[in-house]
């Protein structure tokens, strides 16, 4: 056969078979010379298909450098920690702390990031309430402008180095006896204040010095004087009949405005939201600013601050003369209501209150004797159980100051303290600083004190912190951390108790405490770790023993002395006088760095991002300015220019100035933002007096614009808008302010409600819906910063607020009333004289949100479909699909329809908590944050409704009666938002509904039959006579 | 009885015959651009770079450079859509309606007038998309199949009528234009001396041969495409006033919105077209084919419509107060007295008490009055539309949210940039197309052109053909 396999040689050099083949053959790819890649790497003889290769590599090396993306890091649990669920929200109860201010407190954090701060439902003080400032304070938190680790002046050191050179140097002055000085505010933690006992101890020489930004130092000293208790009481506001407050703003900022919110607002609750309750306590307000709480009086008058000591004198005198106390030799004041006001003090004597703003212990003596005589002090003034938000002591911190002057002090530390910025003598406290040995500051930033002192030592913000809190004797609520320290900083206890030689583990000593304290209070609890867990859990522990009945104090005051001494100081005068006040949302200025908080708007004026000289209209035609127009205003020596806001209800020739503004060492946010008002306050008989009776007041010539939410004063008389009315009237006919419209048809007149081209949504399984009582509604605000914070609303900033665009979902509008008489004045005319607010207007609050109207306006018109209906009742919107036509925004009756001007995050021009990494660590992830060119609006908190179906599914069950809540209704410190299902009749909304649908509640708007899934109740005030009822048109044709 | 009308004056003076016509609007497509064209031209170019530049800058940073607010959604970027689409309805007019109803006189201004409304509606487009937040997602406006799980547009949505109304309204526009213009440009294709001007004009002229059969066609398609434009002069302005009638804004929310919008249109887009004209007439010496009869009948129509839209200001008012409604009431009581009241009177003057001098012969026949008198009605158009948007808007139902609206640098410039496309492109048309229809003037002049001149100049000049004869191949 012939051979067929055939012979293939793979080159010449096999079929040769020479030795260098042979040699190779066993080598699959040959391998280049040495020199032939050198010769590659520098390109010198390089083969030709080499040369291409290399550069080919080269340019693709170089593309693909040139493209990489930015990479996000998003790092999943490698191990996931026991307990945490990525996209499941923990919630930690802890206690809100900003100076004397406290509340307890629930924090949601979410994949270990404290996201939402929530009230305490089992505090009986909060009662589940917050405000806007502690809804604020999570955003403090996430301050990337805070001091990262201790300095020492401008070096950074470490803790250890700290410790050495402060304990070395501490021992050096408490060896020869010099003055070691602790400045704070108050401290209501009784561990905090066993570490500074601690301290003391170690360091014999040293003192702790409290003082407050806004005192309240003359009531203890006159409950001292009194009572011989050197204490705040607190207040029952639930068993008044009568409330009067003479400059006391007790709903906004005074003393513990979270904790009288609710009670306040107990008695103010009518119908059903009140248990079928008609009666209403009758709240009286005398003052000089028209404050949030003034906005809520049924009576309301005025006076300057050198008349306040007299109006207190004269209201003791006209009730003393029917009660039988010594009457006071006072010169007389002529307030409105203040008569009227005396005889219903006495009528409802044993169920009254009178409250004082004032600092002057002498004002606060008579306020005393007032409240002895009225029997408040077995009922609704409680001095057995006092609360402890405010402590400071301003003798104390006067003598403080005086020897800081002296030179007599060798160390200060400053905790939760900036006197430099918020004390009427911070300069002189400046000048001293440097002088002292050695200065450190437990302050978050290099403040105005802070950035003169020799060490900072920075402290945690009070989510970071272990601690506990005693808001009101017997009271207790514990503080845990809800995020591991963010930067290197220490809380001021551990860095004491370093320094007095102890361990530093706080939370041990605080555990220690309570177990040593207050588990002996406990019951029911067999072992402390089963009372420690358990008052972990809950964040509170109110043992049964702390609540103990108001009574048994005797009033021990010198009415006659304190007489003689309001004599002498409040005498009447000329001039304009100065008013200092806290502002709701800016305090005393310690969270000014915070975008929410700027962005506040202020209840009453609705102004943000300033402070401003207020003044009523008649003191601005005087002073020749008007709104916007800088005002100089200078009291003994130093002065602030401030922009005219013309505000009403204010008294004639008086100036309000707000303090907390002005910051100059706060950051970026707060720095330059307003004037500081501080310097104005000054210090009369040893208290701190927010009032400057003699001032100087003068046109600066300059302009300044305020920038406000809302610019129009009135309601324009719209009852369709506001329905109020009065409760005299309102016993009779509980429909006691309502307008119903009607339409004339030909067959009679209808409800336009009646009338309808709408086929309308079913709601077959929920109908989420709310109800607003604006009775019960303070203003406060706690909602609109509770919103903010759910939301992820961005913060705009001055300037585009001045153009009118702020972002936020919610509002409270608030609507002054006119004196116009419509009806004799014809149209053009009458319209223009109800756009002028009363000098000493009512006021109404009304929350503004989404109406989640059934025919909604804004969804008939979308183009694009972006915004629709839900089978549940609500108006849904889909940022993704929004094109922007603005079309639905224009179209909304209520104008609750927000558009992304500009690209809000990672933009410099909006350099708030949306531009840094650490301030996007706020943002709540179950809520988109919006594109540029999107519409956003009020969803009712769909992410909430949405997480608690699904909790109901997943255990087989129907979602509970008020389960499901929006961030609005948790956030109001009153209840005066009820959200619910409406389809549910367990419900809380559903229940009121049911009789309220026919007597107080209304729709707003009612007429354009939109059909709001939200109702409000009429505002009813405790009067004998109301206002005539304005209106601009009863039917319609 | 026996009435014999009035003789009528020549449409086209000073016994015009067809080669004038055709040397009279062929020298400007075919000579040197005139000083005035070029510095026009210049002007409007630098405009529109400017412009552009603007509305580059309004789509970067984002609508927040506007002036607007939470409670004035729109203002200039509407007022002006509304503004020029009122403009471009005079051109549909003229080439639609006067044709059916056998108006010759059109003829001189009807090409014109439809160029006009077609840069007019494309100006009145570009507000569409500059108004958007999102305009990249303009597309979604459209009913296009998708994969977003196939989401439809909103039909509910008056914006998406307006979307139909506008994209049909300038299709049929510009198919009529361009229809008109094919034999005029087969002219100028025949007598063109550059390849490259014969290649252009030649591929837009469609291979038109100038056959009996291509001309009939030409004439039942004019017919059919009047036929089909005619409902949109009424219909486009009536859906864009549903913008406003369908909202529940008191001063939108009106009945009366769709024949006062219309009226509206006709009346500014007929001072529009007057300006134009009045310019077009003197730069390009056409005084004998746009007469003084052409802008006397237009003032007409102006005076017509501006009283039209005169009684439906009043008519609003009277039903604001007869309706009780307060917020109606309120509405146009602050229209009147209002912080805009100057916005309102300045329409009420320009709008309604302008047009009524037109009474006067003398002022309806001079080229002066008429041209101040078309700028101030269009003045007072805007106007109306920004009284109509901001005023109403500014001050609705809840008094909290009552905000003013103050234009800024980029409202006004990117206004701007309209008028720099309009004229860009208007400058552009007047050069390289015949501004006055040839073909349909020369339809006109028989009568008058009985008599012809012995020797013509231009292209043809040289002795007249005593006896032409056409068709030699016909024997």
């Not at chain 1, 702790?208 to 208790?229: C, E, R, T, W």
């Not at chain 1, 000014?592 to 003191?619: L, R």
């Amino acid at each position: 056969m012939e051979q067929v396999t055939k012979r293939y040689w793979k080159g010449v050099e096999e079929l040769r078979n020479d030795a260098t083949y042979v040699k190779n053959a066993q080598s699959e790819f040959a391998e280049p010379s040495g020199s032939d890649l050198q010769s590659l790497i520098d390109g010198t003889n390089a083969p030709r298909r080499d040369f291409l290769k290399t550069l080919g590599f080269g340019m693709a090396a170089v593309s693909l450098a040139a493209c990489e993306a930015p990479v996000r890091k998003a790092i999943p649990y490698l191990n996931k920690p026991e307990g945490t669920f990525p996209t499941i929200s923990d919630y930690y109860a802890s206690t809100f702390t900003d100076g004397g201010d406290h509340a307890s407190i629930i924090v949601e954090t979410r994949e270990g990031r404290p996201i939402k701060i929530e009230g305490n439902p089992l505090s009986s003080l909060s009662r589940g309430g917050t405000t806007a400032r502690v809804q604020a304070s999570l955003l403090s938190l996430y301050d990337n402008e805070k001091l990262k680790g201790p300095k020492r002046g401008e070096t950074d050191i470490d803790w250890a180095t700290a410790d050495k050179e402060i304990i070395s140097q501490l021992s050096t002055i408490a060896a020869r006896g010099g003055a070691i000085r602790i400045v704070s505010s108050t401290i209501a933690s009784p561990s905090t204040k066993a570490v500074i006992a601690d301290f003391v101890a170690k360091y014999p020489s040293a003192r702790h010095i409290v003082y407050d930004a806004n005192s309240a130092s003359g009531i203890i000293q006159a409950n001292q004087a009194s009572f011989g208790k050197a204490v705040v009481p607190s207040y029952d506001f639930s068993k008044a009949k009568t409330i009067v407050s003479i400059g006391a703003d007790f709903l906004g900022t005074w003393v513990a405005p979270l904790d009288h919110a609710k009670p306040y607002a107990k008695t103010r609750k009518i119908g059903a939201v009140g248990g079928g309750n008609k009666e209403m306590s009758r709240h009286y307000q005398f003052e000089t600013i028209l404050s949030m709480t003034g906005a809520n009086a049924d009576y309301r008058g005025t006076y300057k601050p050198s008349q306040e000591g007299l109006v207190v004198a004269n209201l003791y005198n006209k009730v003393a003369a029917k009660l039988g106390g010594t009457a006071v030799n006072v010169s007389p004041v002529t307030v409105q209501y203040l008569d009227k006001a005396a005889a219903d003090l006495i009528a409802s004597r044993g169920a009254a209150v009178v409250v004082s703003g004032s600092n002057d212990p002498n004002v606060q003596i008579l306020v005393n004797a007032l409240n002895s005589l009225l029997g408040s002090y077995s009922s609704t003034i409680n001095l057995n159980v006092p609360v402890n938000y405010r402590q400071g002591n301003d003798q104390q911190m006067n003598a403080f100051i005086d020897e800081l002057k002296g030179g007599r002090v060798q160390a200060v530390m400053f905790y939760m303290a900036n006197p430099v910025y918020d004390h009427p003598r911070g300069a002189e406290i400046a000048d001293a600083l440097p002088k002292v040995g050695l200065s450190l500051s437990f302050g978050d930033r290099a403040d105005e004190t802070g950035s003169l002192v020799k060490y900072m030592t920075p402290a945690p913000h009070f989510l970071e912190c272990w601690n506990d809190t005693e808001p009101k004797a017997g009271f207790y609520s514990l503080t845990q951390p809800a995020i591991t320290h963010i930067f290197k900083t220490r809380q001021m206890q551990s860095s004491l108790l370093t320094w007095a030689g102890k361990s530093n583990d706080f939370q041990e000593y605080v555990r220690s405490y309570w177990r040593t304290n207050l588990f002996p209070k406990a019951t029911g609890f067999t072992t402390f770790d089963e009372f420690w867990i358990k008052s972990l859990h809950d964040g509170v522990f109110e043992p049964a023993s702390a609540t103990v009945a108001a009574g048994g104090a005797t009033f021990a005051g010198n009415v006659a002395a304190a007489s003689t001494g309001i004599s002498q100081r409040y005498k009447p005068t000329t001039g304009i006088e100065v008013a200092l006040y806290e502002k709701v949302g800016m305090g005393t200025g310690s969270q000014a760095n915070n975008p929410w908080i700027q962005e506040f708007p202020d209840p009453v004026s609705k102004a943000c991002w300033d402070n401003y000289a207020a003044v009523s209209q008649k003191t601005a035609t005087d002073l020749g300015v008007e709104q916007n127009e800088t005002l100089k205003i200078e009291v003994a020596g130093k002065s602030v220019e401030l922009p005219v806001l013309v505000q009403p209800g204010q008294a004639d020739q008086t100036v309000a100035i707000a303090i907390g503004y002005g910051r100059s060492k706060s950051g970026k946010c707060a720095n330059g933002v307003g004037q500081n008002a501080y310097p104005l306050a000054s210090v009369i008989g040893g208290t701190v007096s927010m009032a400057a009776v003699n001032a100087a007041v003068s046109k600066a010539g300059g302009r300044h614009e305020i920038a406000q939410t809302q610019t129009h004063e009135t309601v324009m008389g719209r009852r369709a808008v506001l329905q109020e009315g009065i409760l005299a009237r309102y016993k009779k006919n509980p429909k006691e302010g309502r307008y119903e419209p009607k339409v004339e048809t030909s067959e009679g007149a209808v409800t336009p409600t009646d009338i309808t081209l709408w086929h309308g949504y079913g709601k077959p399984n929920h109908s989420w819906g709310m109800v607003i009582d604006l009775n019960s509604c303070i203003g406060c605000g706690a909602c609109v910063v509770g919103c903010i914070s759910e939301n992820n609303t961005p913060t705009v900033g001055r300037d585009e607020v001045l153009a009118r665009r702020e972002m936020h979902w919610m509002r409270i509008d608030r609507y002054y009333s006119s004196d116009a008489d419509f009806e004799s004045m014809g149209a053009i005319e009458g319209y223009r004289a109800l756009e002028v607010a009363s000098a000493n207007p009512e006021v109404t609050f009304q929350p503004m949100l989404c109406q989640h109207c059934s025919n909604a306006p804004c969804e008939t018109v979308c183009p694009v479909l972006a915004t629709t209906h839900s089978t549940e009742g609500l108006n849904q919107m889909t940022y993704n699909r929004c094109i922007g036509t603005r079309y639905c925004a224009n179209n909304c009756p209520y104008k609750v329809r927000r558009f992304n001007w500009f690209k809000y995050h990672d933009e410099d021009k909006f350099d708030y908590q949306f531009n840094n990494d650490l301030g996007k660590m706020v943002i709540n992830p179950d809520v988109t944050v919006r594109a540029r060119g999107v519409i956003e609006k009020c969803s009712f908190c769909v992410q909430r409704i949405q997480e608690g179906k699904l909790t109901a599914k997943k255990e087989r069950r129907r979602p509970l009666p008020d389960e499901i809540q929006s961030a609005c209704a948790q956030a109001c410190p009153t209840d005066a938002i009820i959200f619910g299902d409406m389809n549910n009749p367990e419900s809380t909304i559903s229940k009121v509904l049911s009789t309220e649908l026919n007597e107080r509640a209304f729709h707003v708007l009612e007429e354009i039959n939109v059909r709001p899934q939200i109702a409000y109740l009429t505002k009813i005030r405790n009067k004998e006579e109301g206002p005539k009822q304005e209106t601009t048109q009863e039917t319609h044709a | 009885m026996h009435i014999t009308s009035a003789v009528r004056t020549p449409l086209v003076s000073n016994g015009k015959t067809y080669a004038d016509v055709t040397e009279d609007v062929c020298k400007q497509v075919e000579g040197r651009p005139t000083r005035e064209w070029t510095i026009a031209f210049t002007i409007s170019a630098l405009v529109l770079v400017y412009g552009t530049a603007c509305v580059f800058y309004t789509w970067w940073e984002g609508l927040g450079v506007w002036g607007l607010n939470k409670t004035v959604g729109w203002a200039w970027d509407i007022t002006n859509f509304v503004w020029w689409v009122g403009i471009g309805h005079a051109g549909t007019l003229i080439s639609a309606i006067l044709l059916l109803f056998r108006q010759k006189w059109r003829t001189s201004i009807n090409r014109a007038a439809e160029a006009m409304t077609i840069f007019a509606v494309i100006c009145a487009a570009t507000f569409i998309f500059m108004h958007m937040g999102r305009p990249w997602l303009a597309y979604w406006a459209l009913p296009l199949p998708n994969t977003f799980g196939s989401l439809w547009v909103n039909f509910k949505s008056p914006l998406v009528w307006d979307v139909f109304a506008i994209s049909t309204y300038f299709t049929v526009s510009l198919v009529f234009w361009y229809m008109g213009l094919v034999p005029d440009l087969a002219t100028i294709r025949d007598r063109a001396r550059s390849k490259v001007s014969r290649y252009v004009y030649g591929a837009f002229s469609l291979g038109w041969n100038g056959s009996a059969k291509t001309w009939a066609r030409y004439e039942y398609m004019s017919l059919i495409l009047a036929g089909i434009s005619t409902p949109l002069v009424l219909s486009v302005h009536t859906i864009v006033s549903m913008d406003f009638a369908t909202s529940v804004i008191p001063g939108w929310h009106t009945t009366i919105f769709p024949p006062y919008f219309v009226a509206g249109a006709i009346f500014s887009g007929f001072a529009m077209v007057q300006n134009l004209m009045l310019i077009i007439r003197v730069v390009f010496k056409l005084e004998d084919y746009i007469t003084v009869e052409h802008i006397e009948s237009m003032n007409k129509i102006i005076t017509l419509t501006g009283s039209i839209v005169g009684v439906a200001y009043i008519t609003e008012f009277f039903i604001a107060w007869y309706s009780g409604v307060e917020f109606e009431s309120y509405a146009f009581i602050n229209r009147g007295t209002g912080p805009y009241w100057w916005a309102y009177w300045a329409m009420m003057t320009c709008n309604v008490i302008s047009p009524q001098l037109f009474w006067s012969k003398t002022i309806r026949t001079s080229v002066v009055w008429t041209f101040v008198l078309s700028v101030i009605v269009n003045i007072g158009m805007w106007f109306e539309r920004f009284v109509i948007i901001v005023t109403s808007l500014h001050r609705d139902y809840l008094p909290s949210s009552w905000a003013m609206f103050h234009p800024t640098l980029f409202d006004i410039s990117d206004y701007l940039f309209s008028f720099g496309l309009f004229f860009t492109l208007f400058l552009l048309f007047a050069k390289f197309l015949p501004v006055v229809n040839m073909a349909e003037v020369k339809a006109i002049i028989k009568s008058s052109s009985a008599q012809l001149p012995k020797s013509v100049s231009g292209v043809a000049k040289g002795e007249r053909v005593t006896a032409p004869t056409f068709n030699k191949n016909a024997d």
